[in-house]
């Protein structure tokens, strides 16, 4: 399958600060990625859906001036988790495909503690 | 509102049992279904897709989709310690994925 590489898989940040995570696809070209949050014992939660050189589409309840996606290119989408709070310590994980979505391919995902 | 349902479990089985995972999901017009396994920490695995009515396997994994009934199983024989894991059910729809909350297996030596 195809490869999609999330980074970091783990971080840590003080109440306050902004994080940003990286999403790659590497041998295949996203038009699509989707960035999911999972809390312990949750299923995946759909947060929102971005495609290369748009704006992105947050799902209902996801503030969009708190967490920041960015798809500028065809292999590299960002989510920026502006000024976070402990409440949004979680598990990020972005998945990417190409096209009209048959199946998903997922990062890594990444641990975000905000202390 | 599309669902995906899945018995959270823990659904536990002896080695070398069959595991049988049930999924039922809302939207008739839903036409890919995926199984995915997810150990602790780590994010999702895909290890089935189904297209079409009846079965698809692949190695110790079968898939079975009924789409009149909007049901979606996945059967893993011979089961494995090493199967031990949560598995997600997904529907797609026009788009996105719709995601069950998973069941939990365990698999008892």
Request: aromatic share 10%.
């Given at each position: 399958?195809?490869?999609v590489?999330?980074?970091?898989?783990?971080?840590?940040?003080?109440?306050?600060?902004?994080?940003?995570?990286?999403?790659?696809?590497?041998?295949?070209?996203?038009?699509?990625?989707?960035?999911?949050?999972?809390?312990?014992?949750?299923?995946?939660?759909?947060?929102?859906t971005?495609?290369?050189?748009?704006?992105?589409?947050?799902?209902?309840?996801?503030?969009?001036?708190?967490?920041?996606?960015?798809?500028?290119?065809?292999?590299?989408?960002?989510?920026?988790v502006?000024?976070?709070?402990?409440?949004?310590?979680?598990?990020?994980?972005?998945?990417?495909?190409?096209?009209?979505?048959?199946?998903?391919?997922?990062?890594?995902?990444?641990?975000?503690?905000?202390? | 509102?599309?669902?995906?349902?899945?018995?959270?479990?823990p659904?536990?089985?002896?080695?070398?049992?069959?595991?049988?995972?049930?999924?039922?999901?809302?939207?008739?017009?839903?036409?890919?279904?995926?199984?995915?396994?997810?150990?602790?920490?780590?994010?999702?695995?895909?290890?089935m897709?189904?297209?079409?009515?009846?079965?698809?396997?692949?190695?110790?994994?079968t898939?079975?989709l009924?789409?009149?009934?909007?049901?979606?199983?996945?059967?893993?024989?011979?089961?494995?310690?090493?199967?031990?894991?949560?598995?997600?059910?997904?529907s797609?729809?026009?788009?996105?994925?719709?995601?069950?909350?998973?069941?939990?297996?365990?698999?008892?030596?």
């Amino acid at each position: 399958g195809a490869v999609v590489s999330q980074h970091p898989s783990w971080v840590i940040c003080k109440s306050g600060t902004s994080v940003k995570i990286e999403c790659r696809s590497l041998d295949f070209q996203a038009t699509t990625m989707f960035w999911y949050r999972q809390f312990p014992k949750q299923s995946l939660m759909l947060m929102a859906t971005s495609n290369e050189g748009s704006k992105a589409t947050y799902e209902q309840g996801v503030e969009k001036d708190k967490f920041l996606i960015n798809h500028a290119s065809l292999t590299l989408s960002t989510l920026t988790v502006t000024s976070a709070h402990p409440e949004d310590s979680s598990f990020y994980i972005c998945s990417a495909g190409q096209g009209v979505i048959t199946e998903a391919f997922f990062g890594q995902g990444t641990r975000l503690t905000v202390v | 509102q599309k669902e995906v349902e899945q018995n959270s479990g823990p659904l536990s089985v002896p080695e070398g049992a069959i595991a049988s995972l049930n999924c039922t999901y809302s939207d008739r017009g839903s036409q890919s279904f995926f199984w995915y396994r997810q150990y602790s920490g780590k994010s999702p695995e895909l290890i089935m897709s189904i297209y079409s009515n009846g079965d698809k396997e692949d190695g110790r994994f079968t898939a079975q989709l009924n789409k009149a009934s909007q049901y979606v199983s996945l059967l893993i024989r011979d089961s494995q310690p090493s199967d031990s894991a949560t598995y997600l059910c997904a529907s797609q729809g026009s788009y996105q994925l719709t995601f069950g909350k998973g069941t939990k297996l365990s698999v008892i030596p």
